[in-house]
């Protein structure tokens, strides 16, 4: 065989063998995966979690830190009932700081307060709390696969926990993941200001201030 035959029969064999390998990157449409976005991997999730406080029994009134304490309940709670829970027998002390709760509970605004009992020793605290949700935090870097090894196009096992994880951790409230918020009543009295201008051909917005103008202002030299 000629030297030129030689070579060309080698870069015969090299392009085989690209091909070869730059097959194996492609998958089958069926094989292809489904997860592709950091979020789709690991998804936001929330779940039904008891959010509670401990008060211990105090015969002159609660303290000042734990009102601040029932103050965090009543915002967090956002209309949810609140259940305060005294220990079962015969108690004064703790059946007294209960019900100072319950008040204090109420002036905050708290419109659904329940009271209930639970078996405990003498001594037990009183519970104050409304069933709320946690964020699901993943647990990132359990397993790691290859980095090197992507001729089968799949994401990586860890791929976008981390973005999950922290995204889990800086959202205020864990119930806006398990869904949306209700919304607002409607303002009947602007409806029917808007409708009764309408209605009379004239103009339904609000009378424009100097403030929404957008003018810039002329800075004298």
């Known amino acids: 065989m000629s030297r030129m035959n030689i070579q060309t029969v080698s870069a015969l064999v090299l392009l085989a063998a690209a091909a070869t390998s730059l097959g194996g990157c492609a998958t089958a449409a069926g094989d292809m995966p489904v997860a592709r976005t950091p979020t789709s991997q690991y998804a936001l999730e929330a779940r039904p979690a008891q959010q509670e ?14 009102r601040a304490a029932l103050g965090d309940i009543a915002i967090r709670a956002a209309g949810k009932p609140i259940v305060v829970r005294a220990p079962a027998g015969d108690d004064p002390v703790a059946v007294r700081s209960a019900f100072n709760a319950r008040d204090a509970l109420q002036q905050m ?10 078996d405990a020793a003498p001594g037990a605290p009183i519970l104050v709390g409304f069933t709320g949700f946690e964020a699901v935090v993943p647990q990132c870097g359990q397993t790691w696969n290859n980095l090197g090894a992507t001729r089968d196009n799949r994401v990586q096992s860890n791929f976008g926990c981390a973005v999950t994880a922290n995204m889990a951790a800086q959202i205020a409230d864990p119930a806006d993941i398990a869904g949306p ?6 303002d009947a009295a602007r409806r029917s200001t808007v409708i009764t201008k309408y209605r009379a051909g004239e103009v339904t917005s609000a009378a424009r201030d100097s403030n929404s103008s957008g003018a810039v202002s002329r800075v004298v030299p």
């Open 53 to 66: 406080v401990a008060l211990a029994p105090r015969a002159d009134g609660l303290s000042s830190a734990q």
């Open 109 to 118: 605004g708290a419109g659904d307060v329940r009271m209930a009992s639970y």
């Open 181 to 186: 918020r209700p919304m607002d009543p409607t």
